[in-house]
């Protein structure tokens, strides 16, 4: 018990040097991780302890210090790679914002005119087609305007325009649908289409999950940066 006791006083001699306190301070915040300070004075505990008759290794003493240095350089990376995405995310805001006023093109069936009172767009084939048509409809009514035939197009991206557009859609305030129509001349008949328009932007957000710069667009609402296609003065 005498054996006990001894060994207990000369451990708690030995913790009090090294600064660590064997009490529980009620007001105290528990502590959930080991920091730089706490290892070395553990590992200067360890090396002041040791058997002499049996020393640590050195392989040894160098593995735990490996060690030790690798999870923190863990953790320092992790921080350090969280303040970077930060940095990204501000810098997508900073750079979505020299889209205001202007045009982006993304994905969409209604437009309205541009500043020239026309309408241009492209649409995207996933293979070459026979017959390729495109009917501008009031968004509104419904009435069709205008039928734009552009014969049998290659696979890939292929732009168009309507530059007659009658004079109560020129200056934009009234929208129009587009419809296109696609042959392929696979024996499946004729298929719908969306097409990618030209939309203004009239606004920047970021999101708060992935921090990529959104941007608020006429008659879409918010979309990411991403999805655009082309930007136009």
Known sequence: ??????????????LSKLGISTTQDKNAVPKEELGQTDF??????QLQNQDPFAPMDNGDFIAQMAQFSSVA????????????????????VASSVNYLGH??????????????GEIHGAIELERASVDTRIEFL????????????????ASGLSGFAWTEVPEQY??????????????????????????????????????????????????YGDVSAAEVLRFRL
Request: proline share 2%; hydrophobic share 35%.
């Open 1 to 14: 018990m005498d054996v006990d006791n001894k060994s207990l006083a000369a451990q708690n001699a030995l």
């Open 40 to 45: 070395l004075k553990l590992m200067t505990a």
């Open 73 to 92: 350089g863990i953790s320092k990376m992790s921080e350090t790679m969280s303040g970077i995405a930060d940095q990204m995310g501000q810098f997508r």
């Open 103 to 116: 045009s982006v093109m993304i994905p969409g069936n209604l437009a309205r005119a541009d500043d020239n």
């Open 138 to 153: 009031d968004a509104a009514t419904g009435e069709s305007l205008h039928t734009l035939d552009m014969g049998g197009r």
């Open 170 to 219: 020129r200056d934009g305030s009234r929208r129009v649908r587009l419809d296109v129509l696609v042959n392929y001349g696979d024996g499946e008949g004729v298929q719908s289409l969306t097409p990618n328009v030209y939309a203004q932007v009239i606004g920047t957000a970021k999101t708060a999950t992935n921090g990529d710069g959104m941007l608020e667009t006429e008659d």
